[in-house]
């Protein structure tokens, strides 16, 4: 089974930047959508953006034209570019699988996650 290894996560003043990173622990050529998501303090779970095997994106409206997601396969790694971050934007971020649907409220295998903390 394979597992995902979050990191770049850090404390960045409002309109600041972060790249995460998301390292598996075997190949993700063949894993046909990935994401990463999102947990607030007190707030459920949410899929912020996904990128297909063919590089086709989808983003939460909350992070479009702020985040934007990748992928190398070479490199068995996805990340996650932020951009213009909010204070909002705090949470605990995670990579996973991801579904065209979006669904994913029956995944039972999370990485530790990287911490992002947006505040002056």
């Known amino acids: 089974q394979v597992q995902f290894v979050e990191s770049g996560g850090g404390l960045v003043q409002p309109g600041g930047s972060l790249r995460l990173s998301c390292a598996a622990s075997?190949?993700?050529?063949?894993?046909?959508?990935m994401g990463w998501y999102r947990q607030a303090p007190g707030k459920q779970r949410e899929l912020v953006a996904a990128i297909s095997s063919g590089g086709s994106t989808n983003y939460a409206d909350s992070v479009k034209g702020r985040f934007t997601i990748s992928r190398d396969n070479a490199k068995n790694t996805v990340y996650l570019q932020m951009n213009s971050l909010k204070p909002e934007d705090t949470a605990v971020y995670y990579c996973?699988?991801?579904?065209?649907?979006?669904?994913?409220?029956?995944?039972?295998?999370w990485g530790q996650g990287a911490q992002v903390t947006v505040s002056s």
């Open positions: 996973n699988f991801a579904r065209a649907d979006g669904n994913f409220r029956d995944f039972d295998s």
């Open positions: 075997r190949s993700i050529f063949s894993i046909d959508r």
